[in-house]
Nanobody, 119 residues
Framework: QVQLVESGGGLVQAGGSLRLSCAASASIFIVEAAGWYRQAPGKQRELVAAITTGGSTNYADSVKGRFTISRNGAKSTVYLQMNSLKPEDTAVYYC?????????????WGQGTQVTVSS
């Protein structure tokens, strides 16, 4: 069964940086459009950053200028570089992606990775 595997979360002080990674459990899949979402306790899940199949990106206003979404050249992994982190960035971060194998594409969610920013 194909899964999206996330890594890179953790505890960091305000002003610090983290880089999240998201990849399919099998390297034969190509990551097409993808997005990073986050959900803080008691809040709804929100879109933080997205990248299209063609490489265009967009960001939530709250993270513009601080976060960068990217995809590696092999289109096997999506990253979220998070700089100048704030306590309000604390949340569980989820990756969502369309994975392509041959001519078939399906959408998957990762299991989530905790990001905690201390003040």
């Amino acid at each position: 069964q194909v899964q999206l595997v996330e890594s890179g979360g953790g505890l960091v002080q305000a002003g610090g940086s983290l880089r999240l990674s998201c990849a399919a459990s099998a390297s034969i899949f190509i990551v097409e459009a993808a997005g990073w979402y986050r959900q803080a306790p008691g809040k709804q899940r929100e879109l933080v950053a997205a990248i299209t199949t063609g490489g265009s990106t967009n960001y939530a206003d709250s993270v513009k200028g601080r976060f960068t979404i990217s995809r590696n050249g092999a289109k096997s992994t999506v990253y979220l570089q998070m700089n100048s982190l704030k306590p309000e960035d604390t949340a569980v971060y989820y990756c969502n992606a369309d994975l392509l194998l041959g001519f078939s594409s399906h959408n998957y969610w990762g299991q989530g990775t905790q990001v905690t920013v201390s003040s």
